[in-house]
């Protein structure tokens, strides 16, 4: 179960918006032997998928990507509806889901066969039948993240989405299946005792999964005994570290930025911000400034918007909203300051603030944290810009940073790019931005990698790409060659 998502007596997901408390659907969910006829199918299915060329699977694909063009309201409308992403960001994610053609060209590459000599060329094996979990916090981008790339190699794919976020998970499998061979790529729909019958089933060859760490060790525990393939995103507790000659105009907006988007419900949010001490409380009222004019919570009525500040959806359910107001809760009785929340929207059913069917919570600025805190040492993923000092070294910049059981996106900013470099190759993380945010300016080549229990394996990038299959060397006698 996730997000105390409800599975009613009918057996199917109850999908609830969470800006406004209403029903988006109801969605059956796939039965146990239904599961193990779309195992059999999908291993019948692998073996002429695999047989179908490189080059004829990845134009499949990049069609199948463009007939999503075709959807996109649907899906903006889907994914606002199911978990609160406001329209603006639920339209960034289709800008990333519609524009895959260089990323398949690489994905391409990164299966063709290498001649390293005259006498050994190295060849690569799909694995079987893939399972992806996708994650609810960006439904159809993440989806194919881990769905494309295992198609390519010549799998077949099982998906099953986020509980959350079924209806966006089934009209992108859809649109993409209608254009592959039968038991390609399939859907199964439901909570975790779904996901676990397709992770236990003997005839699954890999599982590829974005959630939480907590989930991907219970995942990796059941794949260790038949030694499952495994790609495993998880979580993270991202570091910025601002040193005294940062941009403090570029740090400041990049932090409350990248703390608020998607409501802080992103596994690369900024959650802790390190400040040099000497220049805090200049960063502070930099940042109160940008937080509190620049931003707002977007309510369930286009008459809520402003147009000139930039809008924060609700959380995705009650759960996480506890779950955030706890570690906010516990940092202020522990000393934290609360220099600033915002309002929330009124409840749709009436003029209450945070109505039970609704969960909205404020932009808040914490300052003065102890490492020691919870909100300092477990994921939050909620609007939260999490301000702490530094004492402007290097070295306490670089220990603090790595004071974490996650090690996913950090990010450095100073003016001495030297120093900055030096700092980034010494944080515990797959990705570091020098004066940026990683994700905004990555290469579409760039791996994107978890360090500690953000991860275990990954994808994206040539070396993210080649973990959906298996290298296979072909070795001649040269003198057979002549």
């Known amino acids: 179960m996730v997000q105390g998502v409800v599975v009613d007596d009918q057996n199917c997901i109850v999908n609830v918006n969470p800006a406004t408390g209403g029903l988006v659907s109801r969605t059956p969910c796939t039965t146990q032997d239904e599961i193990e006829k779309l195992v059999e199918q999908a291993n019948v299915a692998q073996k002429s ?16 990507v463009r007939q999503l063009k075709s959807c996109r309201a649907a899906l903006v409308n889907l994914i606002s509806s199911e978990m609160g992403k406001p329209e603006a960001q639920a339209q960034d994610e289709l800008d990333d889901v519609v524009n895959k053609e260089e990323w398949l060209n690489l994905v391409q590459t990164a299966n063709e066969d290498e001649t390293l000599t005259e006498s050994s060329v190295v060849v690569r094996d799909p694995l079987g039948v893939v399972v992806v979990l996708s994650p609810w916090n960006f439904p159809a981008d993440e989806l194919l993240l881990l769905s494309l790339p ?14 959350v976020t079924p209806e966006t998970g089934a009209l992108v499998v859809s649109t993409l299946a ?9 859907l199964a729909q439901g909570d975790g005792r779904v996901g676990a019958w397709l992770v236990q089933s003997p005839h699954i060859h890999m599982v590829a999964m974005t959630g939480s760490s907590a989930v991907g060790k219970q995942i990796m525990g059941e794949c260790a005994t038949s030694l499952k393939r495994l790609v495993l995103e998880l979580g993270g507790k ?3 570290i601002v040193f005294g000659d940062a941009d403090l105009d570029l740090a400041a907006a990049d932090a409350v930025k990248y703390s608020l988007y998607n409501a802080g419900q992103v596994c690369c949010s900024v959650e802790r911000i390190y400040v ?9 009222q930099k940042v109160l400034q940008i937080a509190s004019t620049q931003y707002h919570i977007i309510g369930p009525s286009v008459n809520d918007d402003d147009p ?50 609704t969960h909205y919570f404020p932009i808040t600025v914490l300052s003065n944290l102890k490492q020691t805190m919870i909100i300092q040492t477990q994921e939050t993923f909620g609007p939260v810009v999490a301000i702490s000092t530094f004492d402007g070294s290097e070295m306490d910049a670089i220990r603090l940073a790595n004071d974490s059981e996650y090690g996913l996106s950090s990010s450095v900013y100073t003016r001495d790019l030297e120093k900055g470099k030096r700092v980034s190759r010494n944080i515990q993380s797959g990705q570091v931005g020098i004066n940026c945010y990683p994700l905004e300016h990555a290469n579409v080549a760039c791996p994107w990698v978890g360090h500690k229990s ?4 990954y994808h ?23």
């Not at 295992?150 to 509980?163: C, D, H, Q, R």
């Not at 040099?276 to 502070?284: M, V």
């Open 49 to 64: 998928w695999s047989c179908v060329p490189l080059e004829e699977r990845i134009a499949l694909l990049q069609e199948g």
């Open 150 to 163: 295992a198609l390519a190699a010549g799998n077949t794919v099982i998906v099953k989405p986020s509980e």
């Open 460 to 482: 994206s990038g040539m070396d993210g790409f080649r973990q959906f299959s298996v290298p296979k060397s072909l070795i001649f006698d040269p003198q057979t060659q002549k």
């Open 238 to 240: 991202d570091p910025m």
């Open 454 to 457: 953000s991860g275990f394996g």
């Open 178 to 186: 209608a254009l592959l061979p039968p038991h390609v790529l399939q």
């Open 276 to 284: 040099d001490e000497s220049i805090r409380s200049q960063f502070e």
């Open 308 to 357: 000139k500040k930039t809008q924060v959806g609700p959380l995705v359910s009650a759960l996480q909203h506890n779950l955030v107001q706890g570690q906010v809760d516990d940092a202020v009785q522990q000393g934290a300051t609360l220099l600033y929340q915002s309002e929330i929207p009124a409840s749709n059913n009436g003029n209450e603030q945070g109505s039970s069917t």
